[in-house]
C-alpha cells in the first residue's frame, strides 16, 4: 500500500500543474494505472470586473454630497470606505454595491469598498462626492462645479 502511494505522489507531482484559473484533478484507481485527466475551470468570483470594467484607475462612484465628512479615525483600526455613493452607512461600505450590480434595471460597474487603516488617532475629512484622487480622502474635488451643480442644496 505504501509503495502504491508513493507511485501515485511521484505520478501526480510529475504530472500535474495547477494555475490560479484551472484546476486540474487526477484520478487514479487501484492498480495505480493513469486515468486521463479532467479539467475543471473554477467560475470566477461574482464581483470581479469583466473586460473594459476596469480602467487603469478604479471607477468614479455616484456623487453622495457636495461636502466631505469630518470624523475621528483610530490608528491602526480597518475601515471600509464606500466607492459606489449608494452606502446607506456614508461615507463607510455596508454592501449595498452587491445589490445594485445584480439587479438587471441598474447593471453598475462592479464596484469595491477602499479599505484603509490610518498611521495616527485624530479628525480626518473623508470624501463624500467619491470622485478624489487621494481616497479615502477629501483633496478638494467636490468644489469643481460639475460636482456642485449635481446635488442641489
Not at 88 to 114: A, E, M, Y
Not at 115 to 132: G, I, M, P
Request: proline share 8%; charged share 30%; with cysteine.
Amino acid at each position: 500500500m505504501a509503495s502504491q502511494l508513493r507511485q501515485v505522489g511521484q505520478i501526480l507531482t510529475q504530472r500535474v500543474r495547477l494555475s490560479c484559473t484551472t484546476v486540474i484533478t487526477r484520478c487514479v484507481s487501484d492498480d495505480t494505472s493513469e486515468q486521463p485527466l479532467k479539467e475543471k475551470k473554477t467560475k470566477p468570483h461574482p464581483e470581479t470586473p469583466g473586460p473594459g470594467e476596469y480602467e487603469v484607475d478604479p471607477p468614479k462612484g455616484k456623487i453622495f454630497d457636495k461636502k466631505p465628512f469630518k470624523m475621528e479615525l483610530e490608528a491602526g483600526k480597518k475601515y471600509a470606505w464606500c466607492t459606489c455613493g449608494r452606502s446607506h452607512r456614508q461615507p463607510f461600505c455596508d454592501g449595498t454595491h452587491k445589490i445594485h450590480w445584480q439587479d438587471p434595471k441598474h447593471r453598475l460597474v462592479k464596484f469595491h469598498p477602499h479599505r484603509f487603516t490610518v498611521d495616527e488617532s485624530k479628525d480626518y475629512w473623508l470624501c463624500n462626492c467619491k470622485q478624489t484622487e487621494k481616497r479615502p480622502f477629501c483633496d478638494g474635488t467636490h468644489k469643481r462645479a460639475d460636482i456642485q451643480k449635481s446635488i442641489r442644496s
